[in-house]
């Protein structure tokens, strides 16, 4: 029912950007949060950024000045710059309504080379 398609994940070099696109389709009720993770490789998935409906924003210590998260209509970016290599890992987008229903996207791939 509800798809999110996530897009722009690939190789970047330390100190570049990227810019990470989440489409959603579907029918969803009630946006109560959007929100981007991260998992880096052997490692637990990790909220890195998030924006709810009110637009309080949320960034992790290691992302924080250098990450943006932001939302147009249906889709939901996260600006990636000054990128570092511990940066490297798969990045999900999450959208959680007010009815606490969870829906993830596939996850993309963002490499960063040193």
């Known amino acids: 029912q509800v798809q999110l398609v996530e897009s722009g994940g690939g190789l970047a070099q330390a100190g570049g950007s990227l810019r990470l696109s989440c489409a959603a389709s579907?029918?969803?009720?009630?946006?109560?949060?959007m929100a981007w993770y991260h998992q880096a490789p052997g490692k637990q998935r990790e909220l890195v950024a998030s924006k709810t409906t009110g637009g309080a924003t949320y960034y992790v210590d290691s992302v924080k000045g250098r990450f943006t998260i932001s939302r147009d209509k249906n889709t939901v970016y996260l600006q990636m710059n000054t990128l570092k290599p511990e940066d490297t890992g798969v990045y999900y987008c999450?959208?959680?309504?007010?009815?606490?229903?969870?829906?993830w996207g596939q996850g993309t791939q963002v490499t960063v080379s040193s």
């Open positions: 579907g029918t969803i009720f009630s946006i109560d949060r």
């Open positions: 999450n959208i959680r309504s007010s009815t606490t229903q969870a829906y």
